[in-house]
Nanobody, 120 residues
């Protein structure tokens, strides 16, 4: 089992940037893929981005491609999400997750979430 703690959320104006971080417990962090998901009020949780265990492969939702960048530091057991050119529709609670090895768009273990609010 893995414990995940997100940080870095906040309030930002449209067009601005935020960087989310997720710290993971455990000694096998580099062996599994990680992802970011988000849930806006009244909507279902949706996939945002994922990264393979070694960091060589990344995956993005079409809605964030070209604006968001996922990365990881296996020496520090962290995964990050750099969010640029933020839009009001990016407003949501963002969750870090250990994702399924069979489908990186499916999370298995979740953090508590961090709020991101983008004002227009």
């Amino acid at each position: 089992q893995v414990q995940l703690v997100e940080s870095g959320g906040g309030l930002v104006q449209a067009g601005g940037s935020l960087r989310l971080s997720c710290a993971a417990s455990g000694r096998t962090f580099s062996s599994y893929a990680m992802g970011w998901f988000r849930q806006a009020p009244g909507k279902e949780r949706e996939f945002v981005a994922a990264i393979s265990g070694g960091g060589g492969n990344t995956y993005y939702a079409d809605s964030v491609k070209g604006r968001f960048t996922i990365s990881r530091d296996n020496a520090k057991n962290t995964v990050n999400l750099q969010m640029n050119s933020l839009k009001p529709e990016d407003t949501a609670v963002y969750y870090c997750a250990k994702v399924s090895p069979l489908n990186v768009r499916t999370g298995n273990y979740w953090g508590q979430g961090t709020q991101v609010t983008v004002s227009s």
